[in-house]
């Protein structure tokens, strides 16, 4: 296949990007990202500050936009995200125990509802854990008890039945780290104790501080081994390495219940860390990268 999307559905996967609602009217972006991608995380345009900025006014423009422009060019969509401590909008910030509690579960219920039944999977939880030990991260949500995540979880079933509920985070790939095992255990309590969760999104940010390690398949098989699909969500790579990105997406590829590999941005100007980084598969003038045609290979089973 010629196409990252067309060749990862040779194996019933799919190959996804951020997608920015501001760069929607740039006919460079929109033809390389219509032509590639299957799925579509909004990359801001879902946040909680963008959806929810007035507690109990809700606001979808942006959300929507995203939406429709995937839909529009056959493509499922990813929701992100529903419960973070980061782009809380000031009311939340503010807020602290019941009230804080409840409004995450107001927040959860309003975001699912407006989409519900059109999200493949949704980040209903992102970055709880704390960089290291291995324990939670301090935050509002977490000082309203240690059961945030799971009534988040469980909130969500019971908003959109049809949406696979992920649990998303960074530095969660290499096998060795304690957050890695932190998330680990969670996922493997929440299975035993029937908490509602289908996935655990690796957003696999590699950089030096956190490269790509070759435990990274056992990674991906032990989250599969307890019953969930894994999802790598925000794929970069600082520096674009080829080999690198050859060996992420074969890492996926050797287990089942990896479901799809999206990156964060389309070209290298588009991404978060900035276009000098390099991280992602087009540069800035739209042309395949090096890693472009290595990720393609692999997917076409070179
Ligand atoms: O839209 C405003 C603009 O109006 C304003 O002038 C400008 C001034 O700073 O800010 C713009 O908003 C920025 C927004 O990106 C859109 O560009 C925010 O400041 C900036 O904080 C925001 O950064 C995003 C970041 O999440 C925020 O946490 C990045 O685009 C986005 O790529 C990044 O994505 C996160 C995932 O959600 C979770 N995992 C890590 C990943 C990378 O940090």
């Not at 909680?48 to 109990?56: L, V, Y």
């Not at 060019?73 to 995200?81: F, Y």
């Not at 000098?276 to 070179?302: E, I």
């Amino acid at each position: 296949a010629s196409t990252l999307g067309a060749a990862a559905a040779q194996s019933g996967r799919y190959f996804g990007t951020a997608i920015s609602s501001g760069r929607l009217g740039d006919s460079a972006y929109t033809t390389i990202a219509s032509r590639e991608f299957t799925m579509v995380t909004a990359e801001n345009e879902m946040k909680i500050d963008a959806t929810e900025p007035n507690r109990g006014q809700f606001s979808f423009t942006s959300g929507d936009r995203v939406y429709n422009w995937a839909v529009q060019n056959g493509k499922r969509v990813r929701g992100h995200t529903l419960a973070w401590h980061s782009q809380q909008p000031g009311w939340m910030q503010s807020l602290s125990g019941s009230a804080l509690r409840q409004a995450m579960i107001d927040h959860i219920n309003g975001v699912m509802g407006h989409y519900k039944g059109k999200i493949y999977a949704w980040d209903v939880v992102n970055e709880a854990y704390a960089d290291s030990g291995g324990g939670r991260r301090d935050s509002n949500l977490q000082r309203t008890g240690n059961d945030w995540i799971e009534v988040a979880f469980r909130t969500a079933r019971a908003a959109d039945p049809a949406a696979k509920l992920c649990y998303n985070d960074y530095n969660i790939d290499n096998w060795t780290w304690a957050k890695t095992q932190g998330v680990y255990n969670m996922v493997r309590d929440f299975k035993a104790r029937g908490v509602p969760i289908d996935c655990v999104g690796l957003q696999s940010h590699f950089n030096g501080n956190s490269p790509y390690n070759s435990n990274y398949r056992t990674t991906i098989q032990s989250f599969a081994a307890l019953g969930v699909d894994v999802q790598i969500t925000e794929l970069d790579i600082q520096g674009g390495s080829a080999t690198t990105y050859a060996n992420v997406v074969g890492d996926c590829l050797a287990v089942p219940r990896c479901a799809g590999i999206s990156v964060w941005g389309v070209r290298d100007s588009d991404s978060w860390l900035g276009a000098g980084a390099a991280p992602l598969l087009f540069d800035g003038n739209g042309n395949k990268k090096p890693a472009y045609t290595a990720v393609l290979n692999v997917l076409n089973g070179g």
